[in-house]
């Protein structure tokens, strides 16, 4: 129970993790929250830093959602121990402690957190995800279908378990993207790499 909670937690440090903020530091010597959107996260990134350091960010923001869920599997059994974890994980990039409680909009941390627990359903999701920013042209669009399908899909492919995780991710991400959200319903949402959802 105590190394439970203290992966927990760790998970949560994992999660604010900025590598958004510390690549384009780094490697272009730029502060993203300044510039672009001001978001951390992989989309501002390829906007500002070029679309080679945008994936690289990308990975890293679903590697800190990935990781620490994959751990979780070797400490438990307990879907409610991955169901945590990965919330740290997410709530730390929504509010990383490195950045005064301010972050990104955690849709690839989320996706890291769903590979490991729900692979096939998150690989549906996102098939229609891309569909939809293929046919739109909007990037948040695209992530909040796939935050709203998912939990149909884990209903309907009987993953019951995780079904608690996918309405508290729908919640965050819709939270996280209501700027974007108002943006789709006046019609101001920008296309394609000048979204703002990663």
């Not at 690549?23 to 730029?30: D, E, S, V």
């Amino acid at each position: 129970m105590i190394i439970d909670l203290i992966w927990i937690i760790t998970s949560y440090v994992i999660g604010s993790i900025p590598f958004g903020v510390l690549f384009a530091n780094i490697f272009c010597g730029i502060d993203p929250r300044t510039l672009g959107s001001g978001n951390v996260g992989a989309t501002n990134i390829t906007r500002i830093c070029g679309r080679k350091l945008g994936f690289i960010t990308l990975f890293f923001d679903v590697l800190k959602g990935f990781f620490p869920v994959v751990i979780a599997t070797y400490l438990s059994e307990s879907p409610f121990m991955y169901t945590m974890t990965g919330l740290a994980a997410i709530i730390g990039h929504l509010y990383s402690c490195f950045l005064h409680f301010k972050g990104g909009k955690a849709v690839a941390t989320s996706i890291g957190v769903l590979i490991p627990i729900a692979f096939w359903q998150l690989l549906f999701a996102a098939i229609l995800c891309t569909f939809f920013i293929w046919r739109s042209g909007f990037v948040s669009l695209g992530s909040l279908v796939l935050v709203t399908s998912l939990p149909i899909i884990l209903f309907i492919t009987g993953k019951f378990a995780y079904i608690p995780l996918s309405l508290i991710i729908m919640a965050l991400i819709f939270w996280s993207h209501k700027q974007n959200i108002q943006r789709l319903i006046k019609g101001e949402e920008k296309v394609w790499k000048h979204s703002e959802s990663i």
